[in-house]
T-cell receptor, first 114, second 115 residues
Framework: DSGVTQTPKHLITATGQRVTLRCSPR?????VYWYQQSLDQGLQFLIQ???????AKGNILERFSAQQFPDLHSELNLSSLELGDSALYFC?????????????FGQGTRLTVV | AQSVAQPEDQVNVAEGNPLTVKCTYS??????LFWYVQYPNRGLQFLLK??????LVKGSYGFEAEFNKSQTSFHLKKPSALVSDSALYFC?????????????FGKGTHLIIQP
């Protein structure tokens, strides 16, 4: 167990809908990262937050947004969902924001858009 | 831009034999390199990383990796494979000098250890 908790584990929703994925980082970790894993794109970095502030953006669509709250948990909001958004969404956390620091991953939320 | 290539989709090894999972990378500066393992329906587990210093890095579960700057490679190795090592392995890179702050992952290599 990595100590990173993601809820829900599975989510099935219809096209056009909006969902929120939640992540609780390891105790003491200030950085949270979101990744998307799909068969065609592989693992892609979406966004990073550090201590409540957005730190870096990757291949995140404009329909997607995230935030990190004062208690350091994070939420990833996905709106106007399309079939192609079906994927496994991972949250990861690390102690700081140094580029040499490894991140620890949650078990993911499997999103299915029908 | 940074990128990672894992040239083999699948590697088959007999139990007890040594294993190698290949990874090559491309960054504009110097790399930080990582290996992760993913078991079915699980998240990624950190195995080891290369930051600087000794080219041979030791990690969890008896795995090690060798950094080769001239060949821009970071191959994962284990002297004696176990059936329980069967999983999906990902190599990842982050440029030390800047650029994308998230990890860039390879496509992954399925490692199958045959009894």
């Amino acid at each position: 167990d990595s100590g990173v908790t993601q809820t829900p584990k599975h989510l099935i929703t219809a096209t056009g809908q909006r969902v929120t994925l939640r992540c609780s980082p390891r105790s003491g970790d200030l950085s949270v990262y979101w990744y998307q894993q799909s068969l065609d794109q592989g693992l892609q970095f979406l966004i990073q937050y550090y201590n409540g502030e957005e730190r870096a953006k990757g291949n995140i669509l404009e329909r997607f947004s995230a935030q990190q709250f004062p208690d350091l948990h994070s939420e990833l909001n996905l709106s106007s969902l399309e079939l192609g958004d079906s994927a496994l969404y991972f949250c990861a956390s690390s102690v700081g924001d140094r580029r040499s620091t490894e991140a620890f991953f949650g078990q993911g939320t499997r999103l299915t858009v029908v | 831009a940074q990128s990672v290539a894992q040239p083999e989709d699948q590697v088959n090894v007999a139990e007890g034999n040594p294993l190698t999972v290949k990874c090559t990378y491309s960054v504009s500066g110097n790399p930080y390199l990582f290996w992760y393992v993913q078991y079915p329906n699980r998240g990624l587990q950190f195995l080891l990383k290369y930051i600087t210093g000794d080219n041979l890095v030791k990690g969890s579960y008896g795995f090690e990796a060798e950094f080769n700057k001239s060949q821009t490679s970071f191959h994962l190795k284990k002297p004696s494979a176990l059936v329980s090592d069967s999983a999906l392995y990902f190599c990842a890179v982050r440029d030390t000098g800047g650029g994308a702050d998230g990890l860039t992952f390879g496509k992954g290599t399925h490692l199958i250890i045959q009894p």
